[in-house]
């Protein structure tokens, strides 16, 4: 009898060990599943618009590349800006992109270079449309929604 007592007292420790095994390799699959997923939506562009690259010079964004935009931006080669242009021909600050009333709107912040939208030179808040294409420096970035 106490050879059985203890068999089932094996039996019952292992089944256990079995089950707490299944429960944890269900857990981390379950947070890996987790983390895949929260790194496809993180690594998806989110924003309400998205300037795409159209021209661009070595070490600054890629062409093609889609910058996604808030409703207020900052744009410029410090990297605090919203919108980093990493190259030397725009300013540390260089405009503000803002969304306001329905439409968007480009403000050349005092810029060395200046601004161009399609060809001209932005001399004060000048409103954009869809498919614009905005220069700083010599970057050249497209409106998009």
């Known amino acids: ?11 019952v420790r292992i089944a256990f060990l079995v089950l707490l095994y299944l429960f944890l390799i269900r857990a981390f699959g379950a947070l890996q599943r987790s983390l895949v997923t929260e790194t496809v939506v993180a690594a998806r562009p989110s924003g309400i618009a998205h300037l795409v690259v159209q021209r661009s010079i070595r070490g600054a964004a890629r062409v093609g590349e889609r910058l996604p935009l808030r409703a207020i931006n900052s744009i410029g080669r410090d990297a ?21 009333d ?7 912040a005092g810029s060395t270079n200046g601004t161009v939208i399609n060809g001209e030179l932005v001399r ?12 700083i420096g010599r970057v050249a970035l497209r409106l998009e929604q």
């Open 1 to 11: 009898m106490e050879i059985t007592f203890a068999v089932l007292l094996w039996a």
């Open 124 to 135: 004060a808040r000048e409103r954009l449309q869809y498919g614009d294409e905005l220069a």
């Open 102 to 108: 329905g439409e968007w709107w480009i403000e050349d």
């Open 80 to 100: 605090g800006n919203d919108v980093v242009i990493n190259d030397e021909a725009a300013s540390a600050k260089h405009a503000l992109l803002e969304f306001a």
